[in-house]
């Protein structure tokens, strides 16, 4: 799912192969996005909010018009997208794919810029906030930083030990943050390529990590049933916060720093004082497994996506 910048518009992608907007004030699905072959597996809107991207397993990008509902482009890979990201600035549109690339490509044309090789099929990518950065996660157990503009490999972040399944970049772009299923979250240094900190203590595979909007705290969630709040510092768990009765899948925290969501496999969603870790509200109401959640920009609504086919708009 992915709130448009205004909030205005909820984007959620299926393996229906569809896209739906829907109206964040009414519920009401105001464009149903049709023409992928195959499942949706990431969305993401421009800064700007005039444009979505749609990842596919029938092998393309799809550019949108996010206000009509209109293809634009259809960006082609060789084989199944699982992630796309915007730059900061909007210009660029990065596509994570099996046929082992990540592509650069521009935004608005739709030509590609970049091809970037690697040596195994890539899960995510995620921009720096000053959009000079592009992570990659391969499945050979690594990170990988790359210069936007050249595409040349800038770092290879090497020392987990199983799959990385989440980046985060903190909000100055100075730390990355990657969960693995090496049951460990590693917080790394942008410019250097160094390990800072590696956070020991969950007891099965991270799939989910999150940085606070003052980039003081990280939280993970994890297939222990557990997410924790780690000090970005010094690497200290600060909180475990237990309640779900089944995996962890999925945090967020609201953009003002107030509350941190958790999905979990339990089929619900729980809220959390991110200072004091105290669980405030269970969302109950989803039928199967809830796998994502994110915050509206003005953090007075929360999203979930849920393996029952919903995606629950909650006021908080």
Same mark, same amino acid.
């Given at each position: 799912?992915?709130?448009?910048?205004?909030?205005?518009l909820?984007?959620?992608a299926?393996r +229906? @192969?569809?896209?739906?907007?829907?109206?964040?004030?009414?519920g009401?699905?105001?464009?149903?996005?049709?023409?992928?072959?195959?499942?949706?597996f990431?969305?993401?809107?421009?800064?700007?909010?005039?444009? #979505?991207? /749609?990842?596919?397993?029938?092998?393309?990008?799809?550019l949108?018009?996010?206000?009509?509902?209109a293809?634009l482009?259809t960006?082609?890979?060789?084989?199944?997208? !699982?992630?796309v990201?915007?730059?900061p600035?909007?210009?660029l549109?990065?596509?994570?794919?099996?046929?082992?690339?990540?592509?650069?490509?521009? *935004?608005?044309?739709?030509v590609?810029l970049?091809?970037i090789i690697? &040596?195994n099929?890539v899960?995510d990518?995620a921009? &720096?906030?000053?959009?000079?950065?592009?992570?990659?996660?391969?499945?050979?157990?690594?990170?990988?930083?790359?210069?936007t503009? &050249?595409g040349?490999?800038?770092?290879? #972040?090497?020392?987990?030990?199983? =799959?990385?399944?989440?980046?985060?970049?903190?909000p100055?772009?100075? #730390?990355?943050?990657s969960?693995s299923g090496?049951?460990t979250?590693? =917080? !790394?240094d942008t410019q250097s390529?160094i390990?800072?900190?590696? =956070?020991?203590?969950? /007891?099965?595979?991270?799939?989910s990590?999150?940085? &606070?909007?003052d980039g003081?705290?990280?939280?993970?969630?994890? =297939?222990? @049933?557990?997410v924790?709040l780690w +000090?970005?510092g010094?690497?200290?768990?600060?909180q475990?916060?237990?309640g779900?009765?089944d995996?962890a899948t999925?945090v967020?925290?609201?953009p003002?720093?107030?509350?941190?969501?958790s999905?979990s496999s339990d089929k619900?969603?729980? #809220? !959390?004082?991110a200072?004091w870790g105290?669980v405030?509200?269970?969302?109950t109401?989803?039928?199967?497994?809830?796998? *994502?959640v994110?915050?509206?920009?003005?953090?007075?609504?929360?999203?979930?996506?849920?393996?029952?086919?919903?995606?629950?708009?909650?006021?908080?």
């Amino acid at each position: 799912m992915a709130f448009s910048p205004d909030g205005k518009l909820l984007a959620s992608a299926s393996r +229906d @192969k569809t896209v739906q907007l829907w109206d964040t004030q009414s519920g009401i699905v105001l464009q149903t996005l049709q023409g992928h072959l195959s499942g949706v597996f990431a969305i993401a809107f421009s800064p700007d909010g005039k444009l #979505l991207a /749609s990842a596919s397993s029938d092998k393309t990008v799809k550019l949108w018009d996010a206000r009509w509902g209109a293809v634009l482009q259809t960006l082609i890979h060789s084989d199944i997208v !699982w992630g796309v990201a915007f730059s900061p600035n909007g210009k660029l549109l990065a596509s994570a794919s099996n046929d082992k690339t990540v592509r650069l490509w521009d *935004a608005q044309s739709g030509v590609v810029l970049q091809t970037i090789i690697h &040596s195994n099929i890539v899960w995510d990518v995620a921009f &720096s906030p000053d959009g000079k950065l592009l992570a990659s996660a391969p499945i050979d157990n690594t990170v990988m930083l790359w210069d936007t503009q &050249s595409g040349i490999v800038l770092q290879t #972040l090497k020392g987990h030990f199983g =799959l990385i399944y989440a980046l985060a970049f903190s909000p100055d772009g100075k #730390l990355l943050a990657s969960a693995s299923g090496d049951n460990t979250v590693r =917080l !790394w240094d942008t410019q250097s390529g160094i390990v800072l900190q590696t =956070l020991k203590g969950h /007891s099965y595979i991270v799939l989910s990590v999150a940085f &606070s909007p003052d980039g003081k705290l990280l939280a993970s969630a994890s =297939l222990d @049933k557990t997410v924790k709040l780690w +000090d970005t510092g010094s690497g200290a768990a600060l909180q475990t916060l237990e309640g779900h009765s089944d995996s962890a899948t999925a945090v967020a925290f609201s953009p003002d720093g107030k509350l941190l969501a958790s999905a979990s496999s339990d089929k619900t969603v729980k #809220l !959390w004082d991110a200072q004091w870790g105290a669980v405030l509200q269970t969302l109950t109401g989803h039928l199967d497994d809830v796998t *994502a959640v994110t915050f509206s920009p003005d953090s007075k609504q929360l999203a979930s996506a849920s393996s029952d086919k919903t995606v629950n708009l909650w006021y908080i």
